[in-house]
């Protein structure tokens, strides 16, 4: 906080779980505009964008590569993107012109508005023409609409369990897709269900402590806002069996704008939307989608671009929006 | 046009809440004509939240936002299909009781339907 050279990194670790508070509140704000966070041995670590030149020389080019992609919403086109196609289609430009290529790429739900198959179609349509071939997709509650999720499953999760959650290894970390989006209580919030943590639970028992992990599912597994059902019911019972690990990345959908928040060796992290934003937390009447200036709206969508580096323990995670 | 309409709403949901009123004092209740009542779906709340009604009323539920919604009760003895922007879904309640119901898109919405 002293120089110039220092405002942008957390150098302080009070209580020594790799939290800065005030540092924790700087990542928070860069939400939007672009935060580039690595933590390692525990320590986090974070740059603005705008500081990156500084540190790329330094930092290690990451072994594994991937992007995160959430809520297109095919389908939608009210006032707030009339034209969800055309913002997809500029995501997909923007992963093609990332530095290092991703593997692969995840989708963390609402890939439709009404779970219509033409919605579908249409996604699958323009992620084609994304450099990564391979997009691993888990169910927004856009897409399980009056089918329980069958045609989510049959189109994008076969082979999956139960309601199509399901896991696999990509050099040396394990990912896990789950799915928070079914059989919802009234009142409550997203929900996982005993018989998907069971599954997890024997998922992550046999894993080596030092495996690094990456969780993917759309509605945030912390609670973000519960008062507009921003998190999910049983994700305490969930993060629990991840406590052993020593690097686990949560990454989410749902609530349309970047977030960020480190909590022992767990980042959480949500994802912008490619189609439209919504209000932050309380700050409207209700979630719903939010109207920007038509020259804005490119502005606040977004993709995020997922680095791990071996022998770091360590996951990059850069948001980069769809303006520019 | 917008204020135009929502006062016609609310002029109906006074007309129908006259009407079921005039019902319950009404001599003789015997085979009255279905009343009507409207249930708004607006930033993610249904309104009012709660109605008491007489038997035999028709409930119709509008969507008013930019993103879909459905009406489905907690015993599962009515359940709309996805209602997306200006759909709507009616329900005639024959049996009294207390109904709870959800939107099990965004359970945090939820409503009762009173039946006297």
């Not at chain 1, 991937?66 to 969800?84: E, L, R, T, W, Y």
């Not at chain 1, 939307?273 to 009447?285: E, L, R, V, Y």
Request: glycine share 8%.
């Amino acid at each position: 906080m002293n120089n110039d050279k220092k405002k942008d990194e957390i150098l302080h670790d009070h209580n020594h779980d790799g939290i800065d508070r005030r540092g924790f509140l700087k990542c928070m704000a860069w939400a939007g505009t672009g935060a580039f966070c690595v933590i390692q041995g525990g320590i986090l670590k974070s740059y603005s964008l705008s500081s990156l030149s500084a540190i790329s020389g330094k930092e290690p080019k990451g072994e594994l590569s991937f992007v995160q992609i959430s809520d297109s919403h095919m389908g939608f086109n009210k006032p707030a993107n009339p034209d969800v196609a055309a913002t997809l289609k500029a995501a997909v430009d923007k992963i093609n012109a990332l530095p290092t290529a991703p593997e692969f790429m995840l989708h963390t739900g609402d890939i439709s508005h009404l779970s219509k198959p033409g919605e579908f179609d249409n996604v699958e349509q323009i992620l084609k023409d994304a450099k990564p071939k391979d997009v691993f997709y888990v169910p927004g509650e856009h897409d399980v609409l009056d089918d329980n999720g069958a045609q989510f499953r049959e189109r994008f999760a076969k082979g999956s369990q139960g309601a199509g959650w399901y896991s696999f290894d990509k050099r040396g970390v394990h990912f896990v897709g789950l799915v928070n989006v079914m059989d919802l209580k009234a009142g409550g919030m997203g929900n996982l269900g005993k018989e998907q943590l069971e599954w997890f639970e024997k998922d992550v028992k046999h894993l080596s402590k030092s495996t690094p992990i990456v969780v993917f599912a759309h509605i945030p597994l912390w609670s973000v806002y519960p008062e507009w059902g921003w998190g999910t019911q049983d994700s305490a019972e969930a993060l629990s069996y991840l406590k052993p690990f020593g690097s686990v990345t949560v990454l989410n959908g749902h609530i349309h704008q970047t977030m960020q928040k480190i909590e022992g060796n767990v980042t959480f992290h949500t994802a912008a939307s490619t189609a439209f934003p919504q209000p932050k937390p309380g700050s409207a009447p209700s979630p719903g989608p939010m109207k920007v200036p038509d020259d804005q709206l490119r502005s606040v969508l977004g993709i995020t671009d997922v680095n791990s580096v071996r022998n770091h323990h360590a996951l990059a995670v850069v948001d980069s929006t769809l303006a520019g | 046009m917008r204020k135009v309409f929502y006062l016609l709403c609310i002029a109906g949901v006074l007309l129908a809440m006259l009407a079921g009123r005039t019902r319950l004092f009404a001599a003789t209740p015997a085979s009255p004509t279905p009343a009507n009542m409207e249930v708004k779906i607006d930033n993610f709340t249904f309104s009012p939240a709660t109605i008491t009604i007489p038997a035999g009323t028709q409930v119709t539920w509008t969507n008013h936002d930019d993103i879909p919604h459905n009406v489905v009760a907690e015993d599962t003895s009515f359940k709309s299909k996805t209602l997306d922007t200006d759909e709507k879904f009616s329900y005639t309640f024959t049996k009294p009781g207390t109904y709870s119901y959800l939107c099990t898109i965004h359970p945090k919405m939820t409503g009762k339907v009173v039946v006297q």
